[in-house]
């Protein structure tokens, strides 16, 4: 009965009123704070410089709009804090654990490490484990596995007859804390390897975000949840008034770009609503992570290219998705309005899936990715293909041309032309190499 008058009392305008100061906080302190930032970077030349290799401005742009987007989630958490709810239903206390923060402030740090000092990809890694640490010694994520767990254990005590839960709860909190870690340094990679273009990573974020904003507040007014947490709800508009605070002034042309700083930290957030979406029930998880399946998307197909083209995992390259998407004639605004359309399908489908049952749910989910890395084989987003050049004799009839400028990472193959061949005889096999920066072996 409690239940039923709490379905007919909560709506979406009750779940929301009480926060929608978070967003407003985060979205005015971004907002202010990006062109102060922009400010600082240039007097003290924190600039990203173009490389001709990954970064496709051509100019030098200042960093730091990820400090920017950070300082506006901590206002609406601030500002989570000081409101008091309104309405006829009153929210729950509003408990943010201190984790989560610190987390974040960690991953920041590092971030800005980077964006300063280039660091090694190994260590970037270990201080994204650490934050990952942090949310697991304040319980987040240490049975994030759960809820998948138990059917499984139902069906082995049937199986075996047993009286008692056949996995024990030291491997159920083992495997999560696993996952975990690998949720948070996979996102914290996945959301830092999209962002190539102007407005790409942040606005594909966004949308993310909004779906995870869908996610939380379906559940808080779900009758089988009549105590619902509000800090997914706080978390998901801290984040999303952040980053479009910072948007207008990265989409293209960009004045200033986020950097590692903002790119990792928009990852780590969203691991982490990824993990409080499931500690619900596992299709919440699988909804959470179809959401997020564009960054995820080019992720794989980052690491499966340079494992087949046997080149190292963290080398840079020119082969992401949204670079293919300019190499086969769309422009930069073109390519990311492209990515927004798949993230806002991606989203409609996470949505889809907390209607259907869970088992009906996985198919889905398989099905969807299977096909999408099925296409993305056919249209060649895995397989390199090698710039085609012409060695030509030096001492060759005609004036020479000059040179085509060759670009780092490109992947040649050199052949010979008729010209620089005697009469009779056979052509030479042509070679593949590949062109890496100076510096690199």
């Avoid at 670079?323 to 359309?341: C, P, T």
């Amino acid at each position: 009965m409690a239940a039923q008058s709490w379905m007919l009392a909560v709506s979406v305008d009750d779940v929301l009123a009480p926060h929608v100061y978070v967003f407003y906080a985060a979205f005015l302190i971004s907002f202010i704070f990006t062109p102060i930032l922009r400010t600082i970077a240039l007097y003290y030349g924190i600039i990203d410089q173009p490389d001709r290799l990954r970064k496709m401005h051509s100019e030098p742009v200042a960093y730091l709009g990820g400090v920017a987007v950070f300082l506006g989630w901590l206002a609406g958490l601030a500002m989570s804090q000081l409101h008091l709810p309104q309405g006829d239903v009153q929210s729950p206390h509003l408990n943010v654990k201190i984790s989560i923060v610190v987390g974040a402030c960690a991953i920041v740090l590092l971030g800005l490490w980077d964006d300063l000092k280039h660091i090694k990809p190994r260590w970037k890694i270990l201080g994204q484990v650490c934050a990952a640490v942090f949310l697991l010694l304040q319980g987040i994520g240490t049975h994030l596995l759960y809820n998948m767990i138990v059917p499984v254990d139902a069906r082995l005590q049937i199986l075996f007859h047993a009286s008692h839960p056949v996995v024990p709860n030291w491997l159920t909190v083992g495997l999560s804390s696993i996952v975990t870690i690998f949720l948070v340094v996979s996102c914290c990679n996945a959301t830092n390897l999209m962002d190539g273009l102007d407005g790409l990573c942040g606005g594909v974020t966004a949308i993310i975000v909004f779906g995870f904003l869908f996610l939380a507040v379906h559940l808080a007014t779900r009758a089988l949840a009549p105590d619902w947490d509000p800090v997914r709800i706080v978390l998901a508009l801290a984040l999303l008034g952040g980053v479009l605070g910072f948007i207008p002034y990265n989409f293209n042309p960009a004045s200033i770009f986020m950097g590692d700083t903002g790119s990792m930290f928009l990852g780590y957030t969203c691991a982490t609503m990824i993990i409080l979406l499931a500690e619900q029930q596992s299709k919440w998880f699988l909804a959470a992570l179809v959401m997020f399946a564009l960054p995820v998307l080019d992720t794989s197909l980052a690491f499966a290219r340079r494992y087949v083209n046997r080149r190292p995992f963290f080398s840079a390259d020119r082969y992401h998705f949204h670079h293919q998407l300019v190499s086969r004639g769309l422009s930069i605004k073109q390519a990311v309005l492209v990515s927004y359309a798949l993230a806002i399908f991606f989203c409609f489908l996470g949505a889809l899936i907390v209607f259907m049952r869970t088992r009906y749910a996985v198919a889905f989910y398989l099905v969807i990715f299977g096909s999408l890395i099925v296409a993305a084989y056919k249209m060649g987003m895995v397989h390199e293909t090698p710039r085609v050049v012409t060695r030509r004799s030096l001492t060759g009839e005609g004036q020479a041309s000059a040179a085509p400028m060759i670009e780092p990472a490109t992947v040649l193959e050199v052949r010979e032309s008729d010209l620089s061949r005697a009469p009779g005889e056979m052509e030479a096999p042509s070679g593949v190499i590949s062109v890496f920066p100076a510096g690199r072996s």
